[in-house]
């Protein structure tokens, strides 16, 4: 499915929308849609689409295309629809230190649900791999949709931005690059580590936070937001780390299978630092005016966290797979 | 965080968490022993309840014991 360029080939269409996007990538004319379901595996496939043309593209789709006019109303449709419901849905908040303190608590206790308590207390491997597969659509681009931003900054929330994207890239050394980490250990778990291998395998809920990330990325009018999701990844992520590498050697796996979540401990007990201080506060003491967009930006990813873990429990719960069947033939 | 080669080393303390230290840096314990670290900036646990220790893993943190009632479903993910 890869081409010489490492670009994968354009997905399946999961509905109208992605099939006018996929249709597109293939030289059709961008037809009118309606957006539908904000959440939908149908939009997020398609935003999803639009917005690799700005990453690495699809094997066999002019590079061109990340410009046409036609298909950018279209993803701004989208955008708009998705957009609109996160705000809808998420609460507007404007104290940030209280938010960052709240963030700063950690539930303990046989009762806390989410993933990475799951995966640590009772997880069995088929659900790591499961959860590997879908973090793969974010970690084999880890730290690429925050890199649009850099430019929008300054000051202290620039350097402070930078200085956690400079480690997420591995300090400089391309073998530490927590993507090339991301892809050793799905060599481990026996995955495939080639870019987009599974998009055709993560519901929409999956591509939903990715592409979140990518709207923020990519919209200067954004930027606060895009800096508040960033910060609140930074926030939550050490000790979900640190209960998946327990949960990892658990289930009995070696240390190159263990790394990445193992790197991630120590580097996030930085990052949530360097993000909460010098980004997110730095960021609302230069331009104040984006103290909302800040917060909402962190709020729309918890939200949109809690989508993606209710969806893979409540299938696990069942005894059931968390991904989409794969395509026969 | 800039460290050039006339900059001192800078150490920024944070409230209740951990020492960032521009590195990369060489601990020395009290046993002798020597921790490095090669990141661009290091976490010092000064709490003392890091399971890294000397390196921070965010057990600084406050930690509530969640009831049955009390679910929460958010998920925490590295970056």
């Given at each position: 499915m890869l081409t010489a360029t490492g670009a994968p080939a354009p997905p399946t269409p999961r509905g109208p929308v992605s099939e006018v996007v996929v249709d597109a990538l293939r030289g059709g004319p961008v037809r009118t849609v309606e957006p539908g379901d904000p959440y939908g595996d149908d939009l997020q496939l398609a935003l999803h689409c639009c917005y690799e043309l700005h990453y690495r593209g699809f094997a066999g789709?002019?590079?061109d295309l990340e410009w046409d006019p036609a298909l950018l109303t279209l993803r701004r449709e989208l955008e708009r629809t998705f957009l609109a419901a996160l705000r809808a849905e998420v609460p507007a908040g404007d104290d940030v230190d209280a938010e960052v303190a709240a963030l700063l608590v950690e539930p303990r206790g046989p009762h806390v649900r989410g993933v990475s308590h799951h995966l640590r207390r009772a997880g069995e491997l088929w659900q790591l791999r499961e959860y590997v597969t879908h973090r793969s659509i974010y970690h084999l681009k880890e730290a690429d949709p925050q890199a649009w931003v850099i430019p929008r900054l300054t000051g202290a929330a620039k350097a402070g931005l930078v200085t956690v994207e400079h480690d997420e890239y591995g300090g400089g050394r391309p073998e530490h690059m927590h993507a090339t980490l991301f892809a050793e250990m799905m060599r481990e778990l026996?995955?495939?580590?080639?870019?987009?291998?599974y998009v055709d395998r993560v519901p929409g809920v999956t591509l939903a936070e990715v592409n979140l990330m990518t709207l923020c990325g990519l919209h200067r009018e954004l930027r606060g937001a895009s800096v508040g999701q960033f910060a609140m990844v930074e926030l939550t992520s050490s000790p979900g780390s640190e209960r998946l590498v327990r949960g990892m050697r658990r289930m009995g796996l070696g240390e190159a299978a263990v790394r990445f979540y193992d790197e991630h401990v120590e580097a996030d007990a930085v990052h949530e630092a360097i993000a909460a201080h010098d980004l997110a506060e730095g960021l609302a003491r230069t331009e104040p005016e984006l103290m909302g967009d800040i917060l909402f930006g962190g709020a729309a990813l918890l939200e949109l966290e809690g989508r993606f873990a209710r969806a893979v429990l409540s299938a696990w719960d069942a005894g059931a797979s968390s991904l989409l069947p794969p395509a026969c033939g | 965080m800039e460290n050039t080669v006339s900059d001192p080393t800078r150490m920024t303390l944070t409230d209740e968490g951990p020492a960032l230290v521009t590195g990369p840096v060489e601990i020395e314990l009290p046993d002798g022993r020597r921790v490095r670290s090669d990141r661009p900036v290091t976490a010092l646990c000064?709490?003392?309840?890091?399971?890294?220790w000397p390196i921070c893993?965010?057990?600084?943190r406050t930690k509530v014991r969640e009831?049955?009632?009390?679910?929460?479903?958010e998920e925490d993910d590295p970056c």
């Amino acid at each position: 499915m890869l081409t010489a360029t490492g670009a994968p080939a354009p997905p399946t269409p999961r509905g109208p929308v992605s099939e006018v996007v996929v249709d597109a990538l293939r030289g059709g004319p961008v037809r009118t849609v309606e957006p539908g379901d904000p959440y939908g595996d149908d939009l997020q496939l398609a935003l999803h689409c639009c917005y690799e043309l700005h990453y690495r593209g699809f094997a066999g789709v002019p590079a061109d295309l990340e410009w046409d006019p036609a298909l950018l109303t279209l993803r701004r449709e989208l955008e708009r629809t998705f957009l609109a419901a996160l705000r809808a849905e998420v609460p507007a908040g404007d104290d940030v230190d209280a938010e960052v303190a709240a963030l700063l608590v950690e539930p303990r206790g046989p009762h806390v649900r989410g993933v990475s308590h799951h995966l640590r207390r009772a997880g069995e491997l088929w659900q790591l791999r499961e959860y590997v597969t879908h973090r793969s659509i974010y970690h084999l681009k880890e730290a690429d949709p925050q890199a649009w931003v850099i430019p929008r900054l300054t000051g202290a929330a620039k350097a402070g931005l930078v200085t956690v994207e400079h480690d997420e890239y591995g300090g400089g050394r391309p073998e530490h690059m927590h993507a090339t980490l991301f892809a050793e250990m799905m060599r481990e778990l026996a995955l495939a580590d080639t870019y987009g291998a599974y998009v055709d395998r993560v519901p929409g809920v999956t591509l939903a936070e990715v592409n979140l990330m990518t709207l923020c990325g990519l919209h200067r009018e954004l930027r606060g937001a895009s800096v508040g999701q960033f910060a609140m990844v930074e926030l939550t992520s050490s000790p979900g780390s640190e209960r998946l590498v327990r949960g990892m050697r658990r289930m009995g796996l070696g240390e190159a299978a263990v790394r990445f979540y193992d790197e991630h401990v120590e580097a996030d007990a930085v990052h949530e630092a360097i993000a909460a201080h010098d980004l997110a506060e730095g960021l609302a003491r230069t331009e104040p005016e984006l103290m909302g967009d800040i917060l909402f930006g962190g709020a729309a990813l918890l939200e949109l966290e809690g989508r993606f873990a209710r969806a893979v429990l409540s299938a696990w719960d069942a005894g059931a797979s968390s991904l989409l069947p794969p395509a026969c033939g | 965080m800039e460290n050039t080669v006339s900059d001192p080393t800078r150490m920024t303390l944070t409230d209740e968490g951990p020492a960032l230290v521009t590195g990369p840096v060489e601990i020395e314990l009290p046993d002798g022993r020597r921790v490095r670290s090669d990141r661009p900036v290091t976490a010092l646990c000064l709490c003392r309840r890091s399971r890294r220790w000397p390196i921070c893993d965010t057990s600084h943190r406050t930690k509530v014991r969640e009831t049955p009632k009390d679910e929460t479903d958010e998920e925490d993910d590295p970056c």
